[in-house]
């Protein structure tokens, strides 16, 4: 139709000419080929004889599964992402919320969980995760969800003690779990919310390849060995450096409605609050005994391995664009 453009799309992006373009002339695929590339590439150098040093000290490795997994994963989030309707994304948030949730509950509930506790946790987890897309406030969900937790609990634990335990962890499910996602969900109701989101991923993503590469190449010094013994200072930096750039990078290429400044403050702010919700769910899996929560993602543990420091950062960038930013939900 004459006339028509498509809305919430910055001008800046998917600008396609009659004689047609490239892949890389689209910023928003050029995002997507940079950060697939680079651990691509850093995979293929640590690899090479001609890159690797004969020092045993200094030998490294990887682990490829990650690789092939992050490569099976990224195109069809970012095709859910950016070009999918909203409620696209709060489906797949439910998926993957709910794998994460039942891997808490195994390493919360060791010798089980009954049917009923499992039933209230994740109908509670799921009341959180879509309370955006309804009036309904944060204080009623949760006073809601309190009263609902303690009247199961009471009727299916043997001791008070248990029911305190049990009350608290069905809780920490919609708290630790449901409520960070569910802020994923309001970013992406507010104004061009696909790039918002698209952003907190790119730039969470980077953190977590920068951390992990520089820390294996590169780490000397632990940051907390009693909590997570593979944890390097040289990681954390190498985290931030490529988390600032990726961020940077992102605002030029589309997310135009964050300024450069914006862009230097999350790419910092989401690598150190994303550290805190790695440490975090590192602490869980210390004081219950387990390596990784899960193992759904070759390579990369569990379900909730591969979300803790999304559920950090995802708060974290919300309230900084909806509050410090002021960006208001579409109406």
Same mark, same amino acid.
């Given at each position: $139709?004459?006339?028509?453009?498509?809305?919430?799309? !910055?001008?800046? +992006?998917?600008?396609?000419?009659?004689?047609?373009?490239?892949?890389?002339?689209? *910023?928003?695929?050029?995002?997507?080929?940079?950060?697939?590339?680079?651990?691509?590439?850093?995979?293929?150098?640590?690899?090479?004889? &001609?890159?690797?040093?004969?020092? *045993?000290? &200094? @030998?490294?490795?990887?682990?490829?599964?990650?690789?092939?997994?992050?490569?099976?994963?990224?195109?069809?989030?970012?095709?859910?992402?950016?070009?999918?309707? *909203?409620?696209?994304?709060?489906?797949?948030?439910?998926?993957?919320?709910?794998?994460?949730?039942?891997?808490?509950?195994?390493?919360?509930?060791?010798?089980?969980?009954?049917?009923?506790?499992?039933?209230?946790?994740?109908?509670?987890?799921?009341?959180?995760?879509?309370? !955006?897309?309804?009036?309904?406030? /944060?204080?009623?969900?949760?006073?809601?969800?309190?009263?609902?937790?303690?009247?199961?609990?009471?009727?299916?634990?043997?001791?008070?003690?248990?029911?305190?335990?049990?009350?608290? +962890?069905?809780?920490?499910?919609?708290?630790?779990?449901?409520? !960070?996602?569910?802020?994923?969900?309001?970013?992406?109701?507010?104004?061009?919310?696909?790039?918002?989101?698209?952003?907190?991923? +790119?730039?969470?993503?980077?953190?977590?390849?920068?951390?992990?590469?520089?820390? @294996?190449? /590169?780490?000397?010094?632990?940051?907390? *060995?009693?909590?997570?013994?593979?944890? @390097?200072?040289?990681?954390?930096?190498?985290?931030?450096?490529?988390?600032?750039?990726?961020?940077?990078?992102?605002?030029? /290429?589309?997310?135009?409605?964050?300024?450069?400044?914006?862009?230097?403050?999350?790419?910092?702010?989401?690598? $150190?609050?994303?550290?805190?919700?790695?440490?975090?769910?590192?602490?869980?899996?210390?004081? @219950?005994?387990?390596?990784?929560?899960?193992?759904?993602?070759?390579?990369?543990?569990? $379900?909730?391995?591969?979300?803790?420091?999304?559920?950090?950062?995802?708060?974290?960038?919300?309230?900084?664009?909806?509050?410090?930013?002021?960006?208001? !939900?579409?109406?």
């Amino acid at each position: $139709m004459a006339g028509f453009s498509p809305t919430g799309v !910055p001008p800046s +992006v998917d600008r396609v000419s009659k004689t047609g373009t490239s892949v890389w002339s689209s *910023p928003k695929h050029r995002i997507v080929i940079t950060l697939v590339g680079y651990p691509l590439a850093t995979e293929i150098l640590a690899h090479s004889p &001609r890159f690797v040093t004969t020092s *045993p000290a &200094r @030998t490294r490795h990887f682990d490829l599964r990650r690789l092939y997994t992050a490569l099976a994963l990224i195109p069809a989030v970012y095709l859910i992402i950016a070009h999918l309707v *909203p409620l696209a994304l709060t489906l797949l948030l439910l998926v993957v919320g709910v794998i994460a949730l039942l891997e808490l509950f195994k390493l919360s509930f060791p010798s089980g969980l009954s049917h009923l506790l499992l039933g209230v946790g994740l109908a509670g987890f799921t009341l959180t995760l879509i309370q !955006p897309h309804f009036s309904v406030s /944060w204080s009623e969900l949760l006073v809601g969800g309190v009263l609902v937790a303690l009247v199961t609990v009471s009727i299916s634990a043997a001791s008070a003690e248990h029911r305190w335990n049990d009350a608290l +962890v069905i809780l920490l499910g919609m708290l630790y779990v449901g409520f !960070p996602l569910s802020t994923v969900v309001s970013a992406r109701a507010l104004p061009e919310g696909q790039w918002l989101v698209l952003f907190l991923a +790119v730039v969470t993503w980077a953190s977590d390849i920068g951390a992990y590469y520089a820390g @294996t190449l /590169w780490g000397k010094h632990p940051l907390l *060995p009693s909590i997570s013994p593979k944890k @390097t200072v040289e990681g954390v930096l190498g985290g931030l450096i490529l988390a600032v750039a990726v961020a940077l990078l992102a605002q030029q /290429w589309f997310a135009s409605q964050l300024s450069v400044s914006d862009a230097l403050i999350l790419g910092a702010l989401l690598t $150190m609050v994303g550290l805190i919700g790695d440490l975090f769910e590192s602490f869980i899996k210390r004081r @219950t005994g387990a390596k990784d929560s899960g193992g759904i993602l070759p390579g990369h543990g569990g $379900m909730l391995d591969r979300l803790d420091s999304l559920l950090f950062t995802a708060p974290t960038f919300y309230y900084y664009v909806a509050y410090l930013r002021g960006l208001s !939900p579409l109406s």
